[in-house]
Every structure is written in C-alpha cells, then in structure tokens.
C-alpha cells in the first residue's frame, strides 16, 4: 500500500522524491534537475496533500 490508511505521509513523500532526484543525478550528473512530480494514483486520489505539495514547490 502506497499511503498506509490513505494518509499520505509528507516526510516519506519528500524523502522519497530527494532520493530519487539524487539517483538521477548520480546517472545524469549534478546539473540534472528536474521538477516534474506525479502522485501515485495522482493527485485527485488523495487528500490532505496541501501541506506536502507546499513543501514540494520550495
């Protein structure tokens, strides 16, 4: 299950997209950069993502 009790969990989400961008750039090299981000299941599946999508955006 992806949100455990369909709460997303903000510290998880956040960790999980800076270590993904890390292992891009570890293929792709320090410059790679990327902003693009999908929710699985995608945004309209879940709520309470204001918080998580804020700090996203920083």
């Given at each position: 299950?992806l949100?455990?009790g369909?709460v997303?969990?903000q510290s998880?989400i956040i960790s999980?997209v800076d270590?993904?961008?890390?292992?891009?750039?570890?293929?792709?090299?320090?410059?790679?950069?990327?902003?693009?981000?999908?929710y699985?299941?995608s945004?309209?599946?879940?709520?309470g993502?204001e918080g998580?999508?804020?700090?996203?955006?920083k």
């Open positions: 299950m949100y455990p369909r997303p969990n998880q999980e270590q993904t961008n890390a292992n891009f750039q570890a293929i792709l090299g320090k410059d790679f950069k990327t902003r693009i981000f999908r699985p299941g945004h309209m599946s879940w709520q993502l998580t999508d804020q700090a996203l955006a």
